[in-house]
């Protein structure tokens, strides 16, 4: 057995996978194959494309009377199959819910494979199409899109039939390498038809999935077993969409908070005040993502590297954290070290994808509990001060010494917070990693997989004029929308931005998901009246089919003396999504838009010093968002589709509301990045 030979099988045998070595010498199949789609329900998928190969993966479970099935993987340069170059069989189990992970190497960089499995009897899964990543010395242009949130309960997949569609008319050199898939690939929480008859806003629920041993809270459902979560990925591969777009690309996956459960950290989870050990569904929910999902992720200190191998636990109370607010109780780490997913992939020269993980190691969000509750007010919808919110993330490390008291309104109330660790999404020894990996990187473009959005959302409430709002704003300064991402976790991403700042990295560049809303701006640790100082770009995507907050806006009291603020009501249309303008220019921009209409006369009152980061913000869209990295520049071009309620009847995925594309040209060391907007079709004046 050759070295490479041996360091496949070793790196196949850690990432819980069978292993096929790619030939020079191509020849045709020799197997029988009929294609047998009803046998592979879930279809076919690969993903974390190297320079030399992919992960495949298919589930092909057992049928009545037949034994332990075993498949057989094929990777051909064509889609007949008559020049194969890779080849293995992988026996399934029970054990892992019969699928199976497969380890393909000895590919050529920047080739488009195509595969397949066959069992036994020649019944064969449906054909999938790969893609390697170029060399470290390639210099040429990467293409990738990035997505998040696609909620199969509440609407329809139809932005990935407008991706297939585009890519399949692009030409080659256009066409996408990868989907960089930024979490919620499934929603764990579930609403059956029947307890929410009303539907959720202006959708249908669909009845997806029936958890075997789920929990209702309040009125939806949440998985609680190793087969519930596995249910719920199964329910959402049987989406054709879904499906399709998995057999077409390799994908590049990090889970976001619904993979585990809507509001918990570490291995807890939170419903209202309710905050419980989770252990167990921790447990569970990494090794349904690790059996479903095409990763290059590891169990640290496994025994058996064939399988996720779930460490014991219970659910055992919520212990002491330790300096950087890790729970130290044994259950919560074992259960948190079960799987490690963040990583990170070089696509050629110019792309260094560095992907972390947002929720096994963060802290409690300081702003989602009962402790917070005296500092907002329903007067201010949605919003807190963002002074109270900086005092919440610094904990006792605040700087200057975390205050006993806040004050608020005209109260002086007790901090929350005092006596707690600075708060962290990413963990000690993760922000370590991420870091040192910034510093060492060659590529041009250091491209941050970040599950959360991290550019500040806030607006000037300080502004409104007297009785314009129930009571005067009871905070100082801005009002902030921020909280569980890193616009509430400014501490740590301030130190983020400061290392990029000081080791002189140009090229940062962060894409995310999380918010159901499309985001270009600035990346800077701080706004005014703190001094502004861009050290990269940012851009988040619109959901694929979750609900965005303009969509909940529009549900809102409209009695509420500030909704228009939020959302305008017209007659027989659409309400005006204003929050957009609130958030891009603030309370004057917004009153005068209410008064004239006129979006141009509106934006002339801007607040310049509210948000000099942004460039672009709609709260509301769905889609996904296409980049193109070259030595040059970085190009992103945001695909809004209107409202997923229901599956497009057209092939091409239905119409394209509107298309924003946005430049960055590779800035100098000591330089500010900039960005170039262009609209390329649709109505965007309130989000500009």
Known sequence: MTASRRQLLAAALALGAAAAFGSAQARPSRLKWTERRDLYPEGVASGDPTS????????????????????TVEVAEDETFRRVVAAAQAVLDADTDWTCRVLVGGLRAAHTYFYRFTDAAGNGSRIGRTR??????????????????????????????????EDEQASPLDQLDFVLHLGDFIYEIVWYPEDRPQGMYDRRLRDIVRYESGEKVSDFHIPTTLADYRAVYK???????????????????????????????????????SVRPAQTRKVAANQAWFEFQPARVSQPGASKL???????????????VDEHGLIQEPNNLAAIASLKAYRALRFGANVDLIITDQHSYRTDDPSDGPAADPFGSPDFPDVIPEEILAIFDGGRDYPGGAPATIP?????????CKDRPQATLLGAEQKAWFLDRLAGSTATWKIWGNSQGTLDMRTDFQNLPPGKAASPWPGSGYASFGGGDPSGYVGERAQIYDFVRDRGITGFATVSG???SFWAGLASKALPPQPFEPVGVAFIT???????????????????????????????????????????????????????????????KSNPDLSPHLSFIDMGGHGYVKVRVSREAFDTEFVCIPRPLER????????????????ASLWEKGQPPKLEQQIVEGQLDLSI
């Open 408 to 416: 608020f309104g005209g109260k002086a109330i007790a901090n929350p």
């Open 52 to 71: 030399d190969g992919v992960i495949l993966w298919t589930r092909r479970p057992q049928q009545p009377g037949e034994a332990a099935p075993a498949v």
């Open 648 to 663: 497009a009847l057209t092939p091409d995925g239905g119409p394209v509301a509107y298309r924003v594309r946005h430049h």
């Open 235 to 273: 329910a959402y591969l049987h989406d054709p969409d879904i499906q399709d777009a998995r057999a077409r690309w390799p994908f590049v996956a990090m889970w976001d908070n619904h993979e585990f459960s809507w509001r918990g950290y570490q291995s807890v989870q939170k419903f209202g005040a």
């Open 132 to 165: 390697t990543a170029p060399t470290l010395i390639d210099t040429r242009p990467v293409n990738f899109t990035f997505v998040s949130c696609q909620n199969a309960n509440q609407g329809a997949q139809n932005a990935w039939r407008k991706m297939i569609w």
């Open 542 to 604: 619109g959901s694929i089919s979750a609900p965005g907050l303009v969509e909940a806006y529009k549900h809102r009291p409209k009695t509420h003396p500030l909704h228009s603020l939020y959302s305008n009501p017209r007659n027989d249309a659409e309400p005006d999504p204003t929050v957009n303008m609130l958030i891009r220019h603030g309370v004057k921009s917004v009153l005068e838009y209410l008064a004239t209409g006129d979006a141009e006369a509106a934006r002339a």
């Open 306 to 320: 064939d399988r996720f191998v779930a460490p014991e636990v219970a659910d055992a109370p919520i212990g002491p």
């Open 514 to 516: 999380d918010r159901h």
